[in-house]
């Protein structure tokens, strides 16, 4: 069952998609079903991904690891989430190149921030 901001990978075509409204039904694409990507919380490789919240007169900084991710044509952060206690999505795409941040001018008193990296998939902090 689909839970609500829950994210989705096609293996075959790459595929990403976000739950906006949770059912029962199963997601399928190119024929077989999609695969649940997991939070992960805690960096174990060379690559950070852990994404860093700091508050900002505006509103919110994330930035991706304790120390800069790569932002490479092969390996990069494609997306970065804000969401906020009442559960409205903030998303911010970037390209190989850019910095690995995001900037939300969002009023909220908490936040969770997550990314997706193209290689390592979705992060949590």
Same mark, same amino acid.
């Given at each position: 069952m689909a839970e609500r901001l829950q994210i989705y990978k096609c293996e075959v075509c790459g595929n990403v998609v976000e739950v906006l409204n949770g059912g029962a039904g199963e997601l399928v694409c190119c024929g077989q079903p999609m695969k649940l990507l997991d939070e992960k919380t805690a960096?174990?490789? @060379?690559? @950070?991904?852990?994404?860093?919240?700091? @508050?900002?007169?505006?509103?919110?900084?994330? @930035?991706v690891g304790s120390v800069p991710h790569p932002?490479?044509?092969?390996?990069?952060?494609?997306?970065i989430e804000l969401i906020d206690e009442n559960g409205k999505a903030y998303r911010q795409f970037l390209k190989p190149g850019q910095a690995p941040e995001a900037v939300f001018c969002v009023d909220a008193k908490t936040v969770t921030a997550r990314e997706h990296c193209n290689v390592h998939g979705v992060w949590k902090g």
């Amino acid at each position: 069952m689909a839970e609500r901001l829950q994210i989705y990978k096609c293996e075959v075509c790459g595929n990403v998609v976000e739950v906006l409204n949770g059912g029962a039904g199963e997601l399928v694409c190119c024929g077989q079903p999609m695969k649940l990507l997991d939070e992960k919380t805690a960096d174990t490789g @060379k690559e @950070k991904h852990v994404p860093v919240v700091e @508050k900002t007169a505006t509103g919110f900084k994330v @930035k991706v690891g304790s120390v800069p991710h790569p932002m490479e044509e092969a390996h990069f952060i494609q997306w970065i989430e804000l969401i906020d206690e009442n559960g409205k999505a903030y998303r911010q795409f970037l390209k190989p190149g850019q910095a690995p941040e995001a900037v939300f001018c969002v009023d909220a008193k908490t936040v969770t921030a997550r990314e997706h990296c193209n290689v390592h998939g979705v992060w949590k902090g």
